[in-house]
């Protein structure tokens, strides 16, 4: 709150310059943040409690898998460990859309946005397919707390992922259309906020679910 | 604002009043046991030190209507524009915050009490022979009535928390299992372990502790004690569904010999109707000799009727023992009704099972058998007793055979009962 | 829209839309116009939002009302069977969702949407369409779980396991009907509504405040309301994640909360509870915030120590989240645990008694009009204090063995809610009334209003204290004789009829009110004469809410701009309210135009509700209309260049088009130039 207030006052100082006495013109906006990143931040903040939940009932149901599979007997952490890469990796050419639309290089732009939405959808790939043998070696959605736990919150993220690689996809059209321009090089930036959130998220949920479940 | 002297007066009378009801059974403000009167002894100086803060902020209010209204403004007329004054909102920052670390040292002191257990040794004579229990009960909590479990080997109760799914539905067998009513010694410390087979529900005998949850899955430690002999009502007081309202309990606090009576025939399976002996044999032993079926008495056919209506779900020892895997419940079990009769309620607490003059309250037993779920709303036959469609001569049989379920409690019991 | 030179779309009544001007976007035509239905229904103004919600919230009340008066009928005396014992489970259900989460909330959202870009002296909220899709989410979703209640039977399918709905009890296997499917479904829409309205209004409040409105310059009504918000988007994901959690319990089988799969059923309580008493807190702090305002002015004096109020707020907001399982304080936690809550519960009372104390000091040697909007304030800090008081009687633990699941319990959290929330709440509809509407509330009628509730509302709960410390429990249907319970209970519902005659009287009020004002002179921008931005424009407020932008100095910058303080304390007028307020009469103010699109989206969801209850089918119809919904919202852009605009066009300095999200980068189909950038769309609702 304290920070705001000083940033507050740093915003009213430089609008006092350009001040044209118009109610409404806020860009970009009393903290100096625009609406919409701000808005972005928010909901991020939101999120972090909405995956707070389900990792706490995750690591509550953890150790109960009843007569079904327990953790450590069916994670396979090198799969695992190389589709986090690749999760990981899409943060960096995210950074690199961003970095590429703020020099105002379209060709760039599109090439990057469209790696970090595929890299996005190779993570999603190796999901689904773990999701299937795990399955097939009787780990279904029923079978014990630990299952549904496990599921819930690891599909969550998983369908957060689609949504980001669907925000992508978005961008990579406007782009082909000539409607992203160098001066909504923000739009990316927000996009990529969201993209580096979910990033963050998997590191936890690999760490939490997977790594503890080895004991490593 | 006179008005608002109302809530007041209403508020001031809440000790009164609770106190001193003469039918308040279930009145938090009239400790009978140790635990209760701790908390009555901490509770009570808080209610007036609430009290006196209320009456002080009312107070002021008041004196501000008396002292500032005006009814219309009139130009320049403002008072000084206070805008804070730092001293003062220290103060009322700092003095609250006293009030309540005192309150709260006062609390800490009393939960580590109420938490606290002691190992204590009342000699039982089972059959066999003498063990020294530390009181412990096991309260198990079903829609919508309580079971009560009394272990006298305390290594049993090591078992309890052993299984996958719910605990509770696969407890270890239990010297004595008895339902609706939890019969305690006078003056000793009963340790209960509260769990549940179904929803969550909360055990509360008002006038000897607090409440405590009864968790499926959990087994929540808790105690009780009483000072003197007596019947002490409670009530479930945790929504578990159709007849929550429905829950209730007694506890019945006995003085340590007439304690060990009641164990001794407890302990003791139940009674046969005098001529059903032979068929009873058979039906135990399922070996497929003809016995014919004993219909001299009505407690014999009683007893018949019970062992073709409710043996699929009650328990007799000495009846269906041998063939009993719980009841077709959700919960999977059904009241043990070894002992029905020497208990003065039925049907989770809500009826009394005898007359004020000591007889069999017939009435209230047939119309439960007749139509339960007029009596308990139910959601049967998975949740609560159906309607089994008894004809009325098998109801006044099963009647009969409930009735030499005993030993028949003491008049003093009876008398103290009286729940509706 | 403030656009005199153009002719108003006049709608006759019945007409199904009004005209649209084609668009070159092509895709569909929105809607214009400022009156008639379609107006209010397609509106992205904050005020009008504003007015809707409390409009529906009070539609709500009824409901909520109505099941209350079943609830004490069937309580008056002791074995009654007006209402079944599975028809009551409802009933007390229903109850308390609808009045926590279809009526406070909601009326607490009116004043915010309503009153915080005005009191920060801003033209609207930061996303004025997605203002109309949390009203309309939190509407549908609201006749979505009101709808259980008709839906397969009256009274057979609504949900049956208390509000605080606990864990195994929700099961299919214990409440077999799909009622608690519709609790879960049903809080989750309004939860989304919650979160864009949270996400929004923090916005709102951080980024457009007019020139010089530092935080610490805001009202302590916007202060709460700003604290409501974060409290909002922190505390619903995690209801969210509970109700997920019991939905694919029961829709799917999954094992979060069944204890026969090995699960824990405190997982709910924890979760529930960890939302629920922020929760609390959501529903006090707007009331406190409006009585903040309130008082300063009918006693002519300002708020005393504005810098603790809003801090002793914060506090509460930050203390709030740790005292979660004082709820639990029976359900078998450790005693490490419910020593450490029942200690931090204490300490939660500190900051709430510094403002009570803070009120009553802002009334010291102040001059006191004890008109309806004050007596409903002072009627807070009374009311609300003997709810803190009990609280803290519960916040000792082992008093709370005795008490929690009594009707101690009962009477407690209603003079909280109905005592804090509630009455506050009244205090600020007569007090800004002029404001949104141009005419006062009859002060007679008003007082009645204000008696009987007081009144009948002591009647009713007063005696649950003695009910609950004599042993009554919770939630039960019926009680027998015996036990001491029938006079107080007989009073109590007494007391709900009288209760219910003063809110009818409010209602009759208003159309009294409405009736008379048309005799009285116009009420003017500032008839109490008082303190905030928002009475620096013309009543009701215009569409574009203020003139031009307000430069702020000071707390309270209206007051001062009427008002000088000499050296020595004295005050003198140095102008009128009237002079200072701005006309409102300003034209061809760029505002955002209506549309469609919030509410099409917020209809697809009960649909989708619906569907996964009933008929995957009526997903697929609901997941079109969000789409649709979506897709629509992509390809409008946010400001509408060609409607709504009068002489001259203020477009070129405008281009802080405020619904902007990323995701719609995409589709952005600028209407002109680079100069307006309307990049605009919802995250499809998560879940």
Known sequence: ?????????????????????????????????????????????????????LISGY???????????????????????????????????????????????????????????????????????????????????????????????????GVHVSMGIVMLMSLYFSSVRGKLKTENAETVEIVGLYWHFVDVVWIFIFTVVYLMAKGI | MRRLRLPAALLSVVAFVAGCADDAELDTLKPEGEYSEQI?????????????????????????????????????DWPE???????????????PFAIMAAIGAFTWILLSDLNATEANALPIQTAEGEVMWDPHVVVVGQQWWWEYRYYFDADKLEELDDANGNPAKDLPPADIVTAGQLVMPI??????????????????????????????????????????????????????????????????????????????????????????????????????????APEATGAQRGLVAFTQNCASCHLVQGVNDLTYDGATQVSGAAPNLTHFASRTTLAGGILDLYNPDGTLNRNNLESWLRNPEAIKANAAPERGMPNLGLSEETIDDLVDYLETLGPRPSDEMIAATQVD | MAITEEPPLELEAGDPLPEYAEQPLGVLTRPSGNTGIASWLFTVDHKRIGIMYGVFAMFFFLIGGLEALAIRIQLAVPGNDFLSAETYNQVFTTHGVTMIFLVIMPLAAAFANYLIPLQIGARDVAFPRMNALSLWVW??????????????????????????????????????SKGIDFYAIGLQITGIGSLVSAVNLIVTCLNMRAKGMTLFRMPVLTWMLLITQFLLLFAVPVITVALFFLMFDRLYDANFFNPDAGSDPLLWQHLFWIFGHPEVYILILPSFGIISEVIPVFSRKPIFGYKVMVFSGIAIGFMGWGVWAHHMFVSGLGPISVTAFSMSTMLIAVPTGVKIFNWLATMLGGRLKFNTAMLFAVGVVSMFTIGG?????????????????????????????????????????????????????????????????????NLTFGPMHILGLQGMSRRIDTYSEGFGFELWNLVASVGAFV?????????????????????????????????????????????????????????????????????????????????????????GVHLPAPSYWPMVLAAGLPFIGYGLIYNLWLCVLGGLLVAAGSFGWVFEPADDPDAHHGGHDDHGDHDDDPDTDPEAAAALDAPEGADDVAIESEEAPVG
């Open chain 1, 1 to 53: 709150m304290v920070d705001s207030e000083v940033l507050d006052e740093q915003a009213v100082e430089a609008a006092d310059a350009s001040h044209s006495a118009k109610v409404g013109d806020h860009q970009p906006g009393s903290t100096g943040i625009s609406n919409q990143k701000l808005a972005m931040w928010a909901f991020l903040g939101s999120e972090c409690l909405l995956f707070g939940g």
């Open chain 1, 59 to 157: 690591l509550l149901y953890r150790n109960n898998n009843q007569d079904g599979p327990a953790a450590a007997e069916i994670f396979d952490i090198p799969f695992t460990s190389v589709s986090s890469f690749v999760l990981l990796m899409s943060s960096l050419t995210m950074v690199l859309a961003l970095s590429a639309i703020t020099r105002g290089d379209h060709p760039r732009t599109r090439l990057w946005i469209l790696t970090t939405a595929l890299l996005g959808a190779v993570f999603i790939g190796g999901q689904v397919y773990e999701f299937t043998s795990f399955y097939r070696e009787g780990l279904g959605y029923t079978t014990s707390p630990f299952s549904s736990a496990f599921f819930t919150l690891t599909g969550f993220h």
């Open chain 2, 40 to 76: 009555d002894n901490l509770i009570d100086p808080i209610f007036i030190v609430a009290f006196l803060v209320f009456f002080l902020i009312l107070g002021l209010t008041l004196f501000m209507w008396a002292k500032y209204r005006v009814t219309e403004y009139e130009e320049g």
């Open chain 2, 81 to 95: 524009q206070v805008h804070g004054k730092t001293s003062w909102e220290i103060g009322w920052t700092f003095i």
């Open chain 2, 187 to 292: 003056g000793e410390e009963v340790e209960l372990t509260i769990t549940s087979r179904d929803v969550i529900h909360s055990h509360w005998i008002p006038a000897l502790n607090g409440k405590r949850d009864a968790v499926p899955g959990r087994f929540s430690p808790w105690k009780i004690q009483a000072n003197d002999p007596g019947l002490y009502f409670g009530q479930c007081t945790e929504f578990c569904g159709l007849s929550h309202s429905r829950m209730r309990m007694q506890a019945v606090a006995l003085t340590p010999e007439d304690f060990q009576e009641w164990v001794t025939a407890q302990l003791a399976d139940a009674e046969t109707p005098p001529g059903a002996e032979a068929w009873l044999e058979a039906y135990r032993a399922a070996d497929g000799s003809e016995v014919e």
């Open chain 3, 139 to 176: 509407f549908f979703g609201g006749l979505f779980l009101c709808s259980s209640v008709i839906i397969g039977g009256w009274w057979e399918n609504a949900p049956d396991g208390g509000w605080f709905n606990y864990a195994p009890n929700h099961g299919v296997a214990f409440s077999p």
């Open chain 3, 389 to 457: 008081l009990s609280g803290v009687t519960h916040a000792v633990a082992p008093a709370d063995t005795q008490q929690t699941d009594t009707y101690y319990i009962v009477a407690h959290f209603h003079y909280v809610i109905f005592g804090g929330a509630l009455l506050g709440i009244f205090a600020g509809f007569y007090f800004w009334w002029p404001k949104a509407f141009g005419y006062k509330l009859n002060e007679r009628w008003g007082k009645w209003n204000f008696w009987l509730q007081i009144v009948g509302f």
């Open chain 3, 499 to 587: 209760i219910f005659l003063g809110v009818l009287i409010f209602v009759i009020n208003i159309f009294v009110s409405q009736r008379q004002a048309k005799h009285l002179p116009p009420v003017g921008p500032d008839p109490w004469d008082a303190r905030g931005l928002e009475w620096m424009t013309a009543s009701p407020t215009p569409e574009h809410n203020f003139d031009e932008e307000i430069e702020v100095q000071q707390v309270d910058e209206f007051w001062f701009r009427k008002y000088d303080i000499d050296d020595d304390g004295t005050v003198h007028r140095i102008a009128t309210g009237d002079e200072v307020a701005q006309p409102g009469t300003a034209t």
